[in-house]
């Protein structure tokens, strides 16, 4: 079975660029979730989605940020403009069911960003 | 305040020997318990769940881990670690009935096999 696929894996941009990240949930899976990996904040959910629709974006740092998902195999993290401080780990996963607690989340194998 | 707490940030154990990962945490109702598993370079995979019952849970790749709710602790164990294991180790901690989007996790402890 596939599991969830985030492209790219790696990104280098200079600062005040646009930067696209993708995330492919697990077929079937009807919730999905971004999150943000530094060192020094550890894992940090910036925004989730059940049925396409985001439930909660609390997380997302500032208005520079923005998410959608379009249909349910398909979501997009956008940045921007981007900033030497967004570099990090951005993971997507996805979990079945509508992200009830009993639901684990599956992630994929993340995007590192470099910002310069 | 809800919170999960990993004390150690890295541990070092020798192949072959045991291993407990702490975690505790602080939360107001009752908790929904999980350890994921982060290899170099890849997202994280679950490795065990706790819900309720049985306060010994199994999961792969041999580990185990115990609920304490005396004790607020969930600890992970394994009986004989390989170098394989080397890897970062995250619990996360959940409401009951509640979403996964109000999870939890703690900063991690990561995990070095010497030979």
């Known amino acids: ?116 | 305040a809800q919170s999960v707490t990993q004390p150690d940030i890295h541990i070092t154990v020798s192949e072959g020997a045991s291993l407990e990962l702490r975690c505790n945490y602080s939360y107001g109702a009752t908790p929904y318990l999980f350890w994921y598993v982060q290899s170099p370079g890849q997202g994280l995979q679950l490795l065990l769940k706790y819900f309720s019952g049985d306060t010994l849970v199994q999961g792969i790749k041999g580990f185990e881990a115990e609920f304490k709710r005396s004790q607020s602790s969930f600890n992970l164990r394994k009986p004989s670690v390989h170098w394989s294991d080397a890897a970062e180790y995250f619990c996360a901690v959940g409401p009951y009935g509640g979403s996964q989007g109000n999870l939890i996790f703690g900063k991690g402890t990561k995990l070095s096999v010497k030979p």
């Open chain 1, 1 to 116: 079975d596939a599991g969830v696929i985030q492209s790219p894996r790696h990104e280098v941009t200079e600062m005040g660029q646009e930067v696209t990240l993708r995330c492919k949930p697990i077929s079937g899976h009807n919730s999905l979730f971004w999150y943000r990996q530094t060192m020094m904040r550890g894992l940090e959910l910036l925004i989730y989605f059940n049925n396409n629709v985001p439930i909660d974006d609390s997380g997302m740092p500032e208005d520079r940020f923005s998410a959608k998902m379009p249909n349910a195999s398909f979501s997009t993290l956008k940045i921007q403009p981007s900033e030497p401080r967004d570099s990090a780990v951005y993971f997507c996963a996805s979990s079945l069911g509508q992200g009830q607690i009993n639901q684990p989340q599956h992630f994929g194998d993340g995007t590192r960003l470099s910002i310069l």
